[in-house]
């Protein structure tokens, strides 16, 4: 059974920091690409940022370009997305998502059977 769990999410003040952490389980971690998307209400999920299975090439959204970063460790079968100079804008509730197929580096929603319950985060002064 796959699992993925998410932790990290809170209030921040805008221009702030929040670091989020996704614990995958039940498959074979290094060969799946890791999404973060995010759902603000009244909006359509969106992909914040992917990191394919090695952790050498990574996708952003234009919005979090030289904000967010995202990386993995295969060896604890985490990923982390650290986010940096928060605006009110970036609230949502996040998620991290795996694929179906692995070794499948995409932003197509679809093509994610595996997600996490979500976290909420809150920019707000």
């Known amino acids: 059974q ?6 990290g999410g809170g209030l ?12 995958v389980s039940g498959l074979t971690f290094d060969e799946y690409a890791v999404a973060w998307f995010r759902q603000a209400p009244g909006k359509e999920r ?12 990574r996708w952003h959204h234009d ?17 982390n997305l650290e986010m940096n100079s928060l ?9 991290c998502a795996v694929p179906g197929l692995s070794r499948l580096f995409t932003i197509i929603p679809d093509r994610y059977n595996y997600w996490g319950q979500g976290t909420q985060v809150t920019v707000s002064s």
């Open 12 to 23: 921040v003040r805008p221009g702030g920091s929040l670091k989020l952490s996704c614990a």
């Open 46 to 57: 969106e992909a914040v940022t992917v990191i394919n299975w090695i952790g050498d090439n």
């Open 87 to 95: 605006k009110p804008e970036d609230t949502a509730v996040y998620y």
């Open 63 to 79: 919005s979090v370009k030289g904000r967010f970063i995202v990386s993995r460790d295969n060896a604890k079968n985490t990923v």
């Open 2 to 7: 796959v699992r993925l769990t998410e932790s």
